[in-house]
C-alpha cells in the first residue's frame, strides 16, 4: 500500500512540474560577424531593389560565382540553370529596378544559418524568389562568394 502511495505521490507531483510554463529566455543578441553578414546580403537584395550596383560592389568578391532557374509566371517551367558573373550581376543591379519597374516597397526577408569564424551561409527570400549564400570572411569583411537562387516556387 505505501508503494501506491509514493507512486500517486510522483505521478502527481511530475505532473505538477509537467504543467509549469517552460522558462522563457530573451533573444540573443547578434554577433559582430552576424550583423556583418546580414549587411552583406541586405547589400546584396538592396543592390537589386534600388538599382544601386556598388552595394554589390562592396559585398561581393570579384571571384563570385552566381546561378540559378528563372520562371516569369508559376504555371511556366523553370529555365535552364542560369550563369552569372560578378560583372553581370553589377549590371544586372544598375537596372533591374533602375526606373521603379518592380514597385518601390519591395519587402524582403533575410536568414542567416549559420555565422562562423570565417565561413557563413544564409538566404534571402525577395520580390524574384529565393536566394542562397555562402560567404567568406575575409580582408576584415564578409563576401558573397556563392549564390544559387531560383523564382518563387508553386504555392
Known amino acids: 500500500m ?17 504543467q509549469e510554463p517552460a522558462a522563457e529566455t530573451a533573444p540573443k ?3 559582430v560577424d ?13 543592390a ?3 538599382a544601386e550596383p556598388e552595394r554589390l560592389e562592396r559585398s561581393m568578391s570579384p571571384a563570385m560565382k552566381k546561378m540559378g532557374y528563372w520562371r516569369s509566371s508559376p ?37 542567416l544559418y549559420e555565422v562562423c569564424d570565417k565561413t557563413a551561409c544564409g ?5 524574384w524568389g529565393q536566394d542562397y549564400f555562402q560567404l567568406a570572411k575575409e580582408e576584415g569583411g564578409w563576401r558573397i562568394h556563392h549564390v544559387i537562387w531560383q523564382s518563387a516556387p508553386p504555392q
Not at 34 to 46: K, Q
Not at 87 to 111: F, H, K, M, R, T
Not at 123 to 127: E, H, I, L, P, S
Request: proline share 1%.
Open 75 to 111: 504555371d511556366e517551367a523553370y529555365s535552364e540553370a542560369l550563369h552569372m558573373t560578378y560583372e553581370q550581376a553589377c549590371e544586372l543591379a544598375g537596372s533591374w529596378n533602375a526606373e521603379g519597374q518592380q514597385g518601390e516597397d519591395l519587402e524582403y526577408s533575410i536568414e
Open 2 to 18: 505505501k508503494i501506491f502511495l509514493l507512486l500517486g505521490a510522483l505521478a502527481a507531483l511530475s505532473l505538477t512540474y509537467a
Open 34 to 46: 552576424e550583423r556583418a553578414v546580414h549587411a552583406a546580403i541586405e547589400d546584396y537584395v538592396l
Open 29 to 31: 543578441e547578434p554577433t
Open 123 to 127: 538566404k534571402v527570400t525577395a520580390k
Open 48 to 50: 537589386f531593389y534600388r
